[in-house]
């Protein structure tokens, strides 16, 4: 208790226009005990085993219940002996809607490189149901243009969601609340919105498969803007006010069969009936079914690198690798001479620039399209391998190469698609199996467009 009342006596009767304009020793001295303070809370969450983000955001659910926003209000000044409370906002829109967003989404955004699960969500909304293809088209499809909606915008949600997105125009999408929301319980769609953080991945499902996925990077509450950009729920008469925005939007294609297979879901008839998350194994299995790139940075590296300008750690680890059995002999049937062809771009190159790449994923294929030779192609290490893999490009279905619109954020990468890739066609695309392995490849990793 004692270092919060340092801090406090730091900064406890100081006006907002009086804190934005400390000295540097006094900026200095506040910082220093916000750091004792947070240290310390760390360490007690560590020694009690308290989950401090799940904590908070039932807090701050408990909280916009007991106190709504409308009635309440922030005094300035030295205040009586009972404070109001201030406004109330989730504690999503709390962690990345003050002033300085910007320098609480860097500090989530560590968390999150060392270690922290990421979630996944179940989004059902059938592509074709008026209502959400409407809807998908407005605020997906064509990202909202932040400036045309300032008006009905918190400004600290506007300046938030203008850092995450500089080109001034964001994906968005929202959840309404359940028919029995009145009613508590543990999975409402309402309650798994406040679970919902930066970072997590919200796959989109319907019409019997999953379509669309992207990352969260920011949630908040606003009726104005719900009801602007997409009314009321006709069957409910509720609108879809829980909102969300959405980075590293992608298209998928994959069957809803194949995801409850995956996922491990018993029930052959099972569907996304409500928003709601995952299992940790089943968020598991799904993200690397899709390709999903979640990778995290090893905390111990980030530590050994912050801590100095040169790594201290180790330089050699022991490491356990499996061999593929039937990776020589693919490879030294693709590869007879020692020079061969790339298959996506075309060049003639030294086989030791290229390599026999799974035109669908060596973990899918079952042991007889493991052994067949129409499962791999030859792709050089210049590029075409690494952009097949991640999914920036893929092979249509009448043997042209597509491009993903990612690669568009990339200039040296598009400079490169255009110079060597565009507007060219795969020899032998269409021999024995292969449309079909093209065929998974293009629903299950390519990044393709977010248009319906």
Known sequence: MALVGELV????WLTPTEAESL???????????MADVFIHLVRMTDAMGIDLFDTTDAKMHCNATRFPTAASHVVAHRPPKALPHPDILTYQERRATRRHSSTVIR??????????RVSVFMQPASPQATQVKRNYRRTISRPVRLSDHADVLDPQVLRALELLFPSGEAPMWGVKPGKNEDRPRQKSPVAEFHALRPGDVVFFTGDSKLYFGGTVALTWINDDLANRLWGIDRTTGKSWRYMYALTEVQSRRIPMSEVRKTVGWKNEDRHVRSFGRL?????????ELLSWNTASTDSADMDALEKSDTYDGELVREAVRKARGEQDALRKKLFPDTTARCELCGRDL?????????????????????????????????????????????VADDGSISISPQVASWTSVEDYVKERLANRTVANWHEGQRPVFYRWHRTHTFRGGVDL
């Open 9 to 12: 006596a730091e900064s406890q």
């Open 279 to 287: 299992k940790p194994a089943e968020a598991d299995g799904l993200l």
């Open 350 to 394: 030294p086989t030791e620039l290229l390599v026999a790449a799974h035109i669908k994923k060596r973990q899918h294929c079952t042991d007889n399209e493991r052994r067949s030779m129409e499962v791999v192609m030859a792709a050089c290490r210049l590029g075409c391998d690494e952009l097949y893999e991640r999914g920036l490009i893929t």
């Open 23 to 33: 000295g540097p020793d006094a900026k200095s001295s506040v910082a220093a005990e």
């Open 107 to 116: 500090i989530l955004r560590r968390f999150r490189t060392q270690g922290v």
